[in-house]
């Protein structure tokens, strides 16, 4: 089917008699554009072909199409240098806490330490056999001491706060990625997500542990300060363990997309910040200026 050239839409070209030879679409319907009459504008003297399919002007002389690849290349690098600013505020919070657990960890070494010497040295002297029971030297006056001193040492509360503090930050950490990725979802299903892990580790644990001596159940009614701050009990520690992470994964994936929108304010100036624009629309915000 042959197709004919149309005429000048209007006065504002004027025909040059040529036709555009070589490969070449339509930007607007992607028709081959050979043989397409060559137009000239009036004011401007720019040569544009004519589609002749869709009527469409094509400039000769076009920009380089790598130009919006451009912007979409600088709308990723801000968005990798969001995130490892977030990636680094994590890692940062983490080694701060493995800085306090480990002030606090070497004098709790030097405290068991000195407790286990006490206790094998009085084993020695009431009986000559290794083995002798440990419990007799729990009821002289100097392991009656000891035992009060472990008891009423403020170590053990720093360790179990430090124990929770760092469970409950790995599992806020973890819950902040996962309510990035989860962004355009409310604030329930972000939480359901961001524990979806410690749910699964739950499960596990109580499909597997015996539930004559470590079922969570079997130790409810004997959870009492004194199996907490010694950590006698093992299901009292992972009841524990599993209450920092549940509550850390909540607070991490309700506060994952104000702190990524907190640094994305703090590290953008108001002109860049449209590179990253999604963080705001994605939950029906408009972009600060």
Same mark, same amino acid.
């Given at each position: 089917?042959?197709?004919?050239? $149309?005429?000048?839409?209007?006065?504002?070209?004027?025909?040059? +008699?040529?036709?555009?030879?070589?490969?070449?679409?339509?930007?607007?319907?992607?028709?081959?554009?050979?043989?397409?009459? *060559?137009?000239?504008?009036?004011?401007?003297? *720019?040569? @544009?072909?004519?589609?002749?399919? #869709?009527?469409?002007?094509?400039?000769?002389i076009? &920009?380089?199409?790598?130009?919006?690849?451009? %912007?979409?290349?600088?709308?990723?690098?801000? #968005?990798?240098? =969001?995130? =490892? %600013?977030?990636?680094? @505020? *994590?890692?940062?919070t983490?080694l701060a806490?493995?800085?306090?657990?480990?002030?606090? &960890?070497?004098?709790?070494?030097?405290? @068991?330490?000195?407790?286990?010497?006490?206790?094998?040295? !009085?084993?020695?002297?009431?009986?000559p056999?290794?083995?002798?029971?440990?419990?007799?030297?729990?009821?002289?006056?100097?392991?009656?001491?000891?035992?009060?001193?472990? %008891?009423? /040492?403020?170590? &053990?509360?720093?360790?179990?706060? =430090?124990a +929770?503090?760092?469970a409950?930050?790995?599992?806020?950490?973890?819950g902040?990625?996962?309510?990035?990725?989860?962004?355009? =979802?409310?604030a329930?299903?972000?939480?359901? *997500?961001?524990?979806?892990?410690?749910?699964?580790?739950?499960?596990?644990?109580?499909?597997? #542990?015996?539930?004559?001596?470590? !079922?969570?159940?079997?130790?409810?009614? /004997?959870?009492?300060?004194?199996?907490?701050?010694?950590?006698?009990?093992?299901?009292?520690?992972?009841?524990?363990?599993f209450?920092?992470?549940?509550?850390?994964?909540?607070?991490?994936?309700?506060?994952?997309?104000?702190?990524?929108?907190?640094?994305?304010?703090?590290?953008? $100036? $108001?002109?860049?910040?449209?590179?990253v /624009?999604?963080?705001?629309?994605? +939950?029906?915000?408009?972009? $600060?200026?």
């Amino acid at each position: 089917m042959t197709t004919h050239a $149309p005429q000048t839409i209007d006065d504002s070209s004027e025909k040059t +008699g040529r036709t555009l030879d070589g490969h070449r679409l339509c930007a607007t319907c992607l028709h081959p554009m050979a043989g397409s009459p *060559i137009e000239r504008h009036r004011s401007s003297n *720019i040569l @544009f072909a004519r589609c002749t399919e #869709c009527g469409a002007p094509s400039p000769l002389i076009e &920009y380089p199409t790598l130009t919006p690849w451009v %912007t979409q290349l600088h709308g990723l690098a801000a #968005c990798a240098v =969001l995130l =490892l %600013t977030l990636l680094a @505020f *994590i890692v940062q919070t983490l080694l701060a806490w493995g800085a306090m657990a480990l002030a606090v &960890y070497v004098p709790e070494n030097e405290v @068991f330490s000195r407790v286990l010497l006490e206790m094998n040295q !009085a084993s020695k002297a009431i009986a000559p056999n290794p083995l002798a029971e440990p419990a007799a030297w729990l009821l002289t006056p100097d392991g009656q001491a000891a035992l009060t001193s472990s %008891t009423d /040492s403020s170590v &053990y509360f720093a360790v179990l706060t =430090l124990a +929770g503090s760092g469970a409950f930050l790995i599992a806020m950490c973890s819950g902040m990625l996962a309510g990035v990725v989860c962004l355009r =979802l409310r604030a329930l299903p972000r939480m359901l *997500i961001a524990n979806l892990a410690h749910l699964v580790l739950a499960a596990m644990w109580c499909a597997i #542990c015996d539930l004559d001596r470590e !079922a969570p159940w079997s130790t409810v009614d /004997s959870l009492d300060w004194s199996d907490i701050v010694q950590s006698n009990d093992s299901a009292t520690r992972w009841i524990l363990a599993f209450a920092a992470l549940l509550l850390g994964g909540v607070v991490g994936g309700l506060l994952g997309p104000l702190v990524l929108r907190t640094l994305a304010k703090t590290v953008f $100036p $108001p002109r860049e910040r449209e590179l990253v /624009s999604w963080i705001w629309t994605f +939950g029906g915000m408009k972009v $600060p200026k």
